[in-house]
């Protein structure tokens, strides 16, 4: 399995930026899709983003289109989300996942395997 490390969140003010960063670690890692849910306070865990294994393909939330932007770097074994223009409806844990063996990117919980632990972010007004 896949140890999945997140971090970068943090409090920042309506209309500011924050990058996050999740560490994938394990003998099992490989490039594998991946993506970012994140999951606000009483609500459901819903999609923000996600990539495919070689970072060529990915697809973002329409709730944060134009806004959030995902990337990896396999080399570091590191998946970023860069969120911009942030409002406060972004505030929520912020969490990675990886699938097990796919390196196609999907927005569907069911087909990630690990879970990192979150991460949060809080925008205020």
């Known amino acids: 399995q896949v140890h999945l490390v997140e971090s970068g969140g943090g409090l920042v003010q309506a209309g500011g930026s924050l990058s996050l960063s999740c560490v994938a670690s394990?003998?099992?890692?490989?490039?594998?899709?991946m993506a970012w849910f994140r999951q606000a306070p009483e609500k459901n865990r819903e999609f923000v983003a996600t990539?495919?294994?070689?970072?060529?393909?990915?697809l973002i939330a329409e709730s944060v289109k134009g806004r959030f932007a995902i990337s990896r770097d396999n080399g570091k074994s590191t998946v970023y989300l860069r969120m911009d223009a942030l409002k406060p409806e972004d505030t929520a844990i912020y969490y990675c996942?990886?699938?097990?063996?796919?390196?196609?990117?999907?927005?569907?919980?069911?087909?990630?395997?690990?879970w990192g632990q979150g991460t949060q972010v809080t925008v205020s007004d």
């Open positions: 394990g003998r099992t890692f490989s490039r594998t899709g």
């Open positions: 996942a990886a699938r097990s063996t796919t390196a196609s990117s999907s927005r569907y919980r069911n087909d990630y395997d690990s």
């Open positions: 990539i495919n294994g070689n970072g060529v393909s990915s």
